[in-house]
Every structure is written in structure tokens, then in C-alpha cells.
């Protein structure tokens, strides 16, 4: 199986989603969109054309983006968890998956879209 290409964003930090932007556009990838909260990531994810997504774990007002995951697991998407946190910081159902640590690095980012 190959890996995503087009990669949803869920970050609530504008400057952070948008170095996400950069690090995957240089990594040949596409961005099929960004999303700040968990309402306007599921209507991209409603949307369609989606095949991956990075997921900032806690994102503003107290959300996590475990429901955007619940949707994305339902759907046979894979994705990685965003977190400067460790293991533990992640709900028990998706503790399996891939986790891209902060601060971002361009390695770091390229290795987690290949786990996918």
C-alpha cells in the first residue's frame, strides 16, 4: 500500500498548520485541507478526498481531536496523532497508532506519513 497523499491538517495553531503546509508540499504531498476544530474538520472530512490526516491531539476550548479520529478509523483512513505529549496523553482505543512528536521536524513528519 503506498502512502497518503492527501493529508488533512487538524492544528488550531495557525503558523503551525502552515508549516505543516510547507513540510508537505516539499514532501510531494497535498493538502486536502485545514482545520482548526473538530466541526470544521468533519466537514472536510464529509467532503471527501481525504486519504491521511496529522491530528493535534488537544486543540482549542478544551477539545481533542478524538472525534475526528473515531470518524477517520470508521472510514479506513489512517492518520497520525500530533502531541508533544507522551503515550498516555492519547485515548486508549488509538494508543496503536502513529504519533508525530513536537516540536515538528521535517524528518519527523516525512516518517510518520511513511508509518501510515
Do not use: Y
Amino acid at each position: 500500500m503506498s502512502t497518503p497523499k492527501n493529508i488533512l491538517i487538524v492544528e488550531d495553531e495557525p503558523l503551525i498548520a502552515m508549516m505543516l503546509e510547507d513540510f508537505l508540499d516539499i514532501l510531494d504531498r497535498s493538502v486536502a485541507g485545514v482545520a482548526d476544530s473538530v466541526a470544521s474538520a468533519m466537514t472536510l472530512l464529509d467532503a471527501g478526498g481525504i486519504d491521511g490526516a496529522i491530528l493535534d491531539l488537544n486543540l482549542r476550548g478544551g477539545e481533542t481531536s478524538v472525534p475526528i479520529a473515531t470518524a477517520l478509523a470508521e472510514r479506513n483512513i489512517p492518520f497520525v496523532f500530533a502531541t508533544g505529549g507522551g503515550s498516555d496523553s492519547v485515548d486508549k482505543d488509538f494508543r496503536d497508532r502513529p504519533r508525530l512528536q513536537k516540536p515538528f521536524t521535517m524528518d519527523g513528519v516525512e516518517k510518520a506519513l511513511n508509518a501510515l
